[in-house]
């Protein structure tokens, strides 16, 4: 064995006693801190999940208490009376309530008595919605020493005893054994179920326990910032840990904080599992590092030995082989090699030899000396051939081992060349316009000419993917590139496919900055003219953004920066309905950070519910009556109050906040439901595309819906055809399971995509609306009045209702009603309104009848 083995195994035996001794230290200080981090993030997570079940369960009740007391009033009828006399079927979550009672000015009305307010507590800590106290404690004489869950709703209250409905919600761990707290932010404490908390003030605990005042000011911090936190303290002479969680503002003024109590013992016990999995990370690794040690050795001792035998084998085996000095002067040849080159004497050092890699600072004696690879490039009279040599030490100088990789690197530049080429359109793609410009841009004669980039996108790219599929959009690319290309035929331009379905084009050195705008008039032009695909027709509309490469006029501009401009110019240009081209400008990144600031507005919207409802009615013509509404959802917020109802709800798509979005929809509308649900209307909700697909929606939905025990047929989902193309057959099972438990299915905007018959066939809806780009004309439209008749004879004979939107007034009403459609909606009716107006408008078209709709006789009427 050679010296260099026995220095080898020496340095991994001091490496590995070095590594080891590491790991032991590394252990022993950070393991009590890991279990004791562990443990504190784990407990805020399940005290949180106790927070969130505790104000939901709450609100919920409350709601629930708040409806009671809204039917009976309707009714004319005493609620505490009727409450009363219904108590034994009355429950908030598995628990009964335990009474009813009314509050005045005097006081508490209970049982015929009145009980005057004590001085002990101020009014605003029990008139709240939701409060927790003792009616001895809040009310004079009253004999009462019970701690009341209380919830209020005008001047009339429910009760339940705190410890039998709170420990259905706290589902009490009996391995970690908690207490809970419920206390104001100015530490008044309303609920407690330790055994000898007898304190009406919070911090009097930590006082008793020898805390500090800074240390009770930083939870005061926690609960002023209405945050949540974690700490740790000795409480009843027990170290614990206080968990404090902010319950929901709209109960009570007072701003409650849940604030649970964990002993540390008991917690950390029940993570000492986490020392067992330290003890193993340390075992794996000492496993690992022993095993890795001896293959290692073995590898290098074969290693070394295969070097030695193999040097004379190599010589014959491998085709081309040199024999070098230290200095590199060539000693020797192997015949291979003598052959390849032919005449061979021309080569008389290394230093005689091509090298293919760049190396700035290196000779290929230092290459060599370093025992590097490289490759070297040989011309010969018929082409050049390219040999890798792999340097290895011998004696006093070295073996120069050697393949022929002309198969490989002499095709190198080849391939380069088409890395820079789109393979579906064969012209230059991003990485050759992103090599352009920054040659553009380093040159400061070329970057001081009037030069421009214009992007464009062809218009629903995916939609015509789908239609003619993989192969025939490839024809497609290229045709509008040959197009692209043929429209540039005098400007000084260059023209890119950088993705898919986006091109790009760099004009250079223009004599003017309008000749950008006569190109992008020719070219739409151009596109007015169909492609002709595999017999199919297509026209190909595009969205285009330009950016002026001005470098005086922007301080900062690079190659990127002007392309991410013209993208943004692009993108601008997408999102209009009215314009097909966007210049870039200032105030286009104003409109960037705009939306920026817009996202972040609407995901505080969501955890402060800045969202309402407003509902929009649908009228039937042969009824002559409000059927039913859509729900609509608008956002609560004077800075966007221009802003289109769409575009926060397409950014909520967007960044996955439609989830929560949709959840508030539900809520507020099966609320709204259950309220309208005795006039006999249906009401539609909008189901957004990111929900559809969610995993567990059809459930979540189910559930919403029996909480608020609604009757089956009273809602509708309306789902777009648009999302149908991509979302088939994903959509279809979810919806039959939907239709099985009663909810009636809408396809909205029906006729404005790629409109398939195989959507009445397969899909379980019930109605389809015609968009109101078919009613908008109607009147003075033959086309239209032809598609609303086609489409609502065609759904009738397959047993749909059909409901014609963007009605506005008798005019279009009765050209939609003789064109097949009876119910209707849109400003004729009504714009959408707020629930109570939505009331109204029942009352008024369907009870009092103080408003109708010009009746509408169809042809075939006046015939008979």
């Known amino acids: 064995m050679k010296p260099f083995v026995y220095k080898l195994i020496l340095s991994f035996v001091f490496t590995y006693a070095l590594l080891m001794g590491t790991l032991v230290f590394a252990y022993n200080q950070i393991s ?4 004791r981090d562990q443990a504190m993030d784990s407990l805020e997570k399940i005290h949180l999940g106790v927070a969130t079940r505790l104000n939901s369960q709450l609100a919920f009740d409350h709601a629930r208490f708040s409806q009671y007391i809204f039917e009976i009033e309707q009714a004319g009828l005493d609620p505490v009376e009727e409450l009363t006399a219904l108590l034994d079927d009355l429950f908030v979550g598995t628990v009964r309530f335990t009474g009813f009672a009314r509050l005045s000015d005097a006081g508490l009305v209970q049982d015929g008595t009145t009980y005057a307010y004590t001085t002990f507590l101020n009014r605003q800590d029990f008139e709240q919605n939701i409060s927790v106290y003792v009616f001895s404690n809040v009310f004079n004489g009253h004999p009462d020493e019970t701690t009341y869950v209380v919830f209020r709703a005008d001047d009339y209250i429910a009760y339940v005893e705190a410890d ?9 761990d009996e391995q970690m054994a908690p207490h809970y707290f419920i206390i104001s932010r100015d530490n008044y404490v309303f609920y407690q179920n330790h055994p000898d908390a007898d304190q009406r003030f919070f911090y009097d605990y930590l006082r008793d326990e020898g805390q500090s005042e800074v240390f009770i000011d930083g939870i005061k911090d926690i609960m002023l910032a209405r945050d949540r936190g974690i700490v740790e303290t000795r409480l009843f002479g027990v170290m614990s840990y206080l968990v404090f969680n902010p319950m929901s503002d709209g109960f009570s003024e007072r701003e409650l904080y849940l604030v649970g109590m964990y002993e540390e013992e008991i917690v950390i016990a029940s993570f000492a599992y986490l020392n067992t999995i330290l003890i193993a990370i340390f075992f794996v690794v000492f496993i690992i590092f022993a095993v890795s040690l001896l293959i290692l050795y073995k590898v290098i001792e074969a290693k070394n030995n295969d070097i030695e035998n193999a040097r004379l084998t190599l010589y014959y085996a491998k085709p081309f082989i040199l024999k070098i000095s230290s200095r590199g002067v060539i000693r020797s040849y192997n015949k291979s090699f003598k052959k390849l080159l032919g005449d061979y004497r021309n080569y008389r050092t290394v230093s005689d030899f091509q090298i293919k890699e760049k190396y700035s600072d290196q000779t290929i004696e230092e290459i060599i000396r370093r025992q590097v690879a490289f490759t070297a490039i040989f011309q010969l009279a018929a082409e050049s051939v390219y040999i890798h040599f792999i340097p290895i030490r011998s004696g006093r100088g070295y073996l120069l081992i050697g393949d022929d990789v002309t198969a490989v690197e002499g095709r190198f530049d080849e391939y380069k060349g088409l890395a820079m080429f789109n393979v579906n359109t064969n012209i230059p793609n991003y990485n050759q316009l992103k090599q352009d410009l920054r040659e553009m841009f380093a040159d400061p004669y070329r970057l001081n000419q009037r030069n421009a980039l214009v992007v464009f996108d062809i218009v629903a790219f995916s939609k015509l993917e789908l239609l003619l599929g993989e192969r025939n959009i490839g024809k497609v690319l290229s045709m509008v590139a040959e197009v692209t290309h043929d429209s540039l035929d005098g400007y000084p331009a260059k023209l890119y496919n950088t993705e898919l379905d986006n091109f790009t084009i760099l004009f250079e050195d223009l004599e003017d900055e309008s000749w950008v705008k006569r190109w992008i008039d020719k070219v739409l032009i151009a596109f007015d003219q169909p492609l002709a695909v595999e017999r199919n027709i297509i026209y190909i509309e595009i969205k285009i953004g330009v950016f002026h490469i001005d470098a005086g006029k922007y301080s900062l501009l690079t190659p990127d920066q002007a392309y991410e401009n013209a993208m943004l110019a692009l993108n601008h240009a997408k999102q209009s309905n009215v314009h097909t081209f966007f210049d870039y400008d200032v105030n286009l990144g104003q409109v960037a950070s705009r939306d920026q600031m817009m996202e972040q507005d609407l995901a505080n919207a969501i955890n402060k519910n800045e969202f309402y409802m407003v509902f929009q009615p649908q009228y039937d013509n042969e009824l002559e009556k409000i059927t039913g509404f859509e729900a609509l959802i608008r956002w609560n917020n004077p800075k966007y109050a221009s ?24 809520h507020e509308t099966f609320m709204a439901a259950k309220e309208l649900e005795k006039y006999g209307v249906n009401i539609s909700i909008n189901v957004s595309p990111v929900q559809i697909l969610q995993a567990g929606f059809v459930n979540e939905v189910i559930a919403v819906f029996e909480q608020y025990e609604l009757k089956k047929g009273s809602i509708s989902l309306e789902i777009t055809e648009s999302f149908l193309i991509t979302s088939f057959d994903l959509v279809i099972e979810k919806l039959r399971l939907l239709r099985k438990y ?6 909205d ?10 959507y009445l066939r397969d899909l379980p809806i019930t109605a389809i609306k015609i968009d109101r780009a078919f009613i908008k004309n109607i009147d003075n439209d033959t ?21 014609g939107e963007g009605v506005e007034n008798n005019r279009q009403n009765h050209f939609v009603v003789r064109g097949g459609c009876n119910i209707i909606q849109g400003y004729l009716i009504s ?7 939505a009331i109204k408008l029942i009352e008024a078209f369907n009870i009092e009848k103080t408003r109708t709709v010009e009746r509408v006789v169809r042809i075939r009427e006046v015939k008979r």
Request: charged share 15%; proline share 4%.
């Open 32 to 35: 009590a801190n890991f279990v």
């Open 164 to 172: 039998a409905y709170l420990a259905t919600i706290f589902e009490i």
């Open 643 to 666: 802003e289109s109802p769409f575009k926060f709800i397409q950014m909520a798509e967007q960044n996955n906040m439609i989830i929560d979005i949709g959840r508030i929809v539900l």
């Open 742 to 747: 009663g909810f009636e299915v809408h396809l």
């Open 749 to 758: 905007d029906f006729g404005t995509g790629y409109s398939s018959l195989q």
């Open 783 to 803: 086309h239209s009045r032809a598609i609303v008749s086609m489409v609502s004879s065609l759904a009738k004979n397959v047993g749909l209702e059909v409901i």
């Open 831 to 837: 714009p959408p309104v707020v629930k109570d107006e």
